[in-house]
């Protein structure tokens, strides 16, 4: 995860998502996270990395936070593990099905 401090100061932490879906997840984090603070998220398995904007921020307990973050559109293939295998076309229908009609490319 990349940030900027309050003071404009860049940060990375490394961190483990607890949940993920299209439209984000949840990760525990030592640094402090201000909620609508825009941060860098970083998927380590196929190296994409995409904007995302912090929804939740949690009590610190045990040294670290609970943080939620959203994309700021949803991402169907963003967790996807390139080794998984093809997506089916079956899979490609339900997510263009989903998407918004404003989403969807002609």
């Known amino acids: 995860m990349y940030g900027h401090t309050p003071e404009g100061h860049p940060f990375y ?3 483990f998502t607890n ?3 299209v439209h984000g997840g949840s990760m525990r984090m030592e640094r402090n996270v201000q909620l609508g603070q825009r ?3 970083v998927n380590q398995r196929n190296e ?3 904007p ?3 929804v939740f921020v949690g009590a610190r307990l045990g040294g670290g936070i609970d943080v939620a973050f959203s994309f700021t559109a949803a991402m169907p293939y963003f967790w996807r593990n390139p080794g998984a295998g093809k997506v089916s076309a079956e899979e490609v229908e339900l997510d263009y099905a989903a998407a918004e009609p404003s989403q969807r490319s002609a």
């Open 48 to 50: 994409c990395a995409l």
């Open 13 to 15: 932490e490394e961190s």
């Open 52 to 54: 995302c904007i912090v």
């Open 39 to 41: 941060l860098l998220v």
């Open 19 to 21: 949940a993920v879906n």
